[in-house]
C-alpha cells in the first residue's frame, strides 16, 4: 500500500510554507500507511558544512550532552538542535567521516538517518499526522521535500523500518511497491562498497541509485537503469540537494499522480493530497508513464 508525496517549488516565495504544504500532504496518504512516517526537509545549508540527522529510542539520555562529547571526540564544533527522538548535528564537512566512526563508538544505540549540505530526515513510529506534529514539520521551510506513510508488508514497524532511506550524502529515497531481486543487489551492491543496514526492499532502492551516482550516472541514468536492473513493482522517489527525481516500473501499476505549475512541482500516491497546495485549479494534472524517468532542479 504505502503513501507518497514530495513537493519540488520554483517559486522561492513558497519556501517558508514548505513544511506546512508537505504536512497537509502527508496527513491526507494516512490511509494508505498508518503505521510510520517521515520526510526529508531540504534547506539552505553552507558547502563547508554538514548536517547530521541522528535518531536514539533513548533521546535524552544520547542527546544530553552529544554536541559536547562528539566535539571532543572530532576536535571541532559540533552544534546540535534536538527535535523530538532526532538531533541535527552540523559540524565541518572535513571531520565527517571522523564524526561518523565516533558516533558509532560513543552513542551505540543512536543512528544516522542522514547526512548532507541540506537534506534533515526525521521519521518515527506512528500516525503521519502524530510524526508531523512531534517533530514540528509544519514550521520548517526549504527548497524541496519527500515523505512517506508506510503500511508494513516486508519487515516490522520500527523506526528504521520507516521512509526515507539514505545511503548517500543529500541523496534519500521513499517507495511504494515491493522489490522482488532486493537480496541480490543487496549482496551485490555490498561487494562495491555500499552497505545496507535495514531489511527493507526499500533501502536497498536508494544504495542502488546512490551506486549509479558515484559512478558517474545523472539522476535521470540512474532512474532509467533503474527500470532495467531492479525486479518488482514500484514508484520511487528520490531527493537530492538539486531537486527530485521520480520513476514507475514498466508495468505501472501502483498510484501516481503528479501536478505541475509555475510555482511548484508536487507528487502523490493519490490527487487529494494536492486539495490543499495553492493554484492547484490551474496546475497540469498527469500520471506519470512507465519506465520513465521525470526530474527537477534548482
Known sequence: MCGIVGLFLKDKSLEPRLGELLTEMLITMTERGPDSAGLAIYRSGQSDTAKVTVQSPNAEADFASLDTDLGKEIGAEVKM???????????????????????????????????????????????????????????????????HTRMATESNVTTNGAHPYSTGTDQCLVHNGSLSNHNMWRRRLAREGIHTVSQNDTEVGAAYISWKLQNGASLKEALESSVEDIDGFFNFVVGTKDGFGVVRDHIATKPAIMAETDQYVAFASEYRAFADLPGIENAKIWEPEPATAYFWSH
Open 81 to 147: 538542535e534536538r527535535n523530538y527522538t532526532h538531533a541535527l548535528l552540523t559540524l565541518p564537512t572535513a571531520k565527517l567521516d571522523e564524526a561518523r566512526e565516533a558516533l558509532a563508538r560513543i552513542r551505540p544505540d543512536a543512528t544516522i538517518m542522514g547526512t548532507g549540505e541540506s537534506m534533515e530526515i526525521y521519521k518515527e513510529v506512528g500516525l503521519p499526522k502524530d510524526v508531523a506534529e512531534n517533530f514540528h514539520i509544519s514550521k520548517m521551510s526549504g527548497s524541496h521535500g519527500i515523505g
